[in-house]
């Protein structure tokens, strides 16, 4: 649990960073490298599910509707607000026990662990997205592209299976967070330009 956290932490961090370097303008661009969603829409999920999300699913609670329908995007200072709440969500994974047991009940339940590192992987791999949309990089050091990596490994068949993931790019001899962005259905190449 304890490099598990300290990965979630640098991701976290590095989310935190690049969206302190999304001007107001760039929210009205369209082109990302989510398909589907221009850069408010892939911010505000973002925003969502990597920090209220991630903190909701440490306290085992369910996203009150108000947050799901939210608008992030619309205060100016959500940037500011988002890297609070990311600094919120990795303090309530600081704790050993929550990384136990399941989260979810019935067919839906997964053990912790297996959660948060999906949260993890979310955190960098839309990062990256809106790191790309934005013109700036996502960097991770390689012990924490590595865990994003094993993360993507383990899960892509079944993001693919619920089109949260599309097929892999090929992308000949890349390794690390640009083998995990290949494997995750992104080009490691695409610009908004």
């Known amino acids: 649990m304890k490099n598990e956290h300290a990965h979630m932490t640098e991701c ?13 303008r760039q929210l009205e661009a369209t082109a990302t490298p989510c398909a589907d969603w221009d850069v408010r829409t892939l911010i505000n999920h ?3 599910y990597t920090s209220h999300g991630m903190e909701h699913r440490a306290l ?9 329908a939210r608008d992030f995007t619309a205060d100016a ?12 969500a990795v303090a309530a994974w600081a704790d050993p026990a929550v990384w136990e047991g399941a989260i979810g009940t ?10 948060a590192a999906m949260l993890t992987e979310e955190i ?10 934005t013109g700036q990089e996502f960097r991770l050091s390689d012990a924490a592209a590595a865990y994003v990596l094993g993360t993507v490994e383990k899960t892509a068949a079944l993001y693919r299976q619920y089109e949260g993931f599309t097929d ?8 690390g967070f640009t083998r995990a ?10 610009s908004a330009g």
Do not use: F, M, N
Not at 106 to 115: I, K, L, N, R
Not at 125 to 133: C, E, I, P
Not at 168 to 175: H, I, L
């Open 77 to 88: 200072d959500w940037a500011e607000r988002y890297a609070a709440q990311l600094d919120r």
């Open 181 to 190: 962005l290949a494997l995750s259905g992104r080009d490691p190449q695409w």
């Open 46 to 48: 973002w925003v969502l």
């Open 12 to 24: 976290a961090a590095e989310a935190a960073r690049v969206a302190r370097g999304v001007s107001a």
């Open 124 to 133: 960098a791999l839309h990062g990256w997205d809106v790191a790309r949309a």
């Open 60 to 68: 085992r609670t369910e996203l009150p509707e108000e947050l799901i």
């Open 106 to 115: 019935g067919e839906s339940a997964s053990p912790a662990a297996d959660t």
């Open 168 to 175: 892999e790019v090929d992308a000949p001899g890349a390794s």
